[in-house]
């Protein structure tokens, strides 16, 4: 049974940094993308960032471009999200998803959820 789990939340001041990590156990990832999303209380989960398993090709929200960084390691088979100059209003749950195989990222292309991690950023 395929388990994707999410580490690395926590509480951080403003302009502080975290890192998030993931890793999807019983699943071979080449051919999929995976991607971090984030779900602030009361409102929608949005697509923070992407990256394709075989490539490496990465894209981001507009509203974390420049500051949060998306990787993987193939070895350990983990999803890394750097998140850096952390503001309030990042302030969400963090979500680790895998994409249907040869998918492009999206909500609905998603096949596994993880639980998700939170992320607190105080002013």
């Known amino acids: 049974q395929v388990q994707v789990v999410e580490s690395g939340g926590g509480l951080v001041q403003a302009g502080g940094s975290l890192r998030l990590s993931c890793t999807a156990s019983?699943?071979?990832?080449?051919?999929?993308?995976m991607a971090w999303f984030r779900q602030a209380p009361g409102e929608e989960r949005v697509w923070v960032s992407c990256?394709?398993?075989?490539?490496?090709?990465?894209d981001y929200a507009d509203s974390v471009k420049g500051r949060f960084t998306i990787s993987r390691d193939s070895v350990k088979n983990t999803l890394y999200l750097q998140m850096t100059r952390l503001q309030p209003n990042d302030t969400a749950m963090y979500y680790c998803?895998?994409?249907?195989?040869?998918?492009?990222?999206?909500?609905?292309?998603?096949?596994?959820w993880g639980r998700g991690t939170q992320v607190t950023v105080s002013s």
């Open positions: 019983e699943l071979n990832v080449f051919n999929r993308a």
């Open positions: 990256i394709n398993w075989n490539d490496g090709i990465k």
């Open positions: 998803a895998v994409q249907r195989l040869y998918a492009p990222c999206s909500r609905l292309n998603v096949d596994f």
